[in-house]
């Protein structure tokens, strides 16, 4: 394992999740579409750092899915977490372009989502 690419990966979820929390606090309104993006990264890295965790090279995708699908044999305890990561998938791209707007509602779901997902993802011994 590499212990310095797993802090990285996590190092970066951290501030991912950093800036959901700064931006809700300043305006759901105004910032629901970065709010829902910052959310499904900071779940994406802490993916990444849990597969690197177990010597699992980490696929390029926006998939939560596709990398829970990676880990879950290693880290059975996340199968619970499916249906939230499945939420969160769609705003890693849809919603970053014309077309696809996201709402506070949709925020409001995020920022609820990954702070359940971060305290899963923190209370898993790798």
């Known amino acids: 394992?590499?212990?310095?690419?797993?802090k990285e990966w996590t190092l970066k979820a951290e501030e991912d999740c950093l800036a959901v929390e700064e931006l809700y606090k300043i305006s759901v309104m105004r910032f629901a579409a970065i709010i829902c993006f910052h959310a499904q990264q900071c779940a994406e890295k802490y993916l990444k750092a849990l597969l690197i965790s177990h010597n699992i090279e980490p696929l390029r995708t926006h998939s939560l899915e596709t990398l829970l699908d990676l880990i879950v044999d290693n880290v059975p305890e996340l199968e619970q977490c499916q249906d939230m990561l499945t939420g969160l998938t769609p705003y890693s791209v849809e919603y970053r372009y014309p077309g696809v707007v996201a709402t506070p509602d949709d925020a409001e779901y995020c920022v609820e989502t990954?702070?359940?997902?971060?305290?899963?993802?923190?209370?898993?011994?790798?």
């Open 1 to 6: 394992m590499n212990e310095e690419l797993v």
């Open 114 to 126: 990954i702070r359940e997902l971060r305290k899963a993802f923190k209370g898993i011994k790798s």
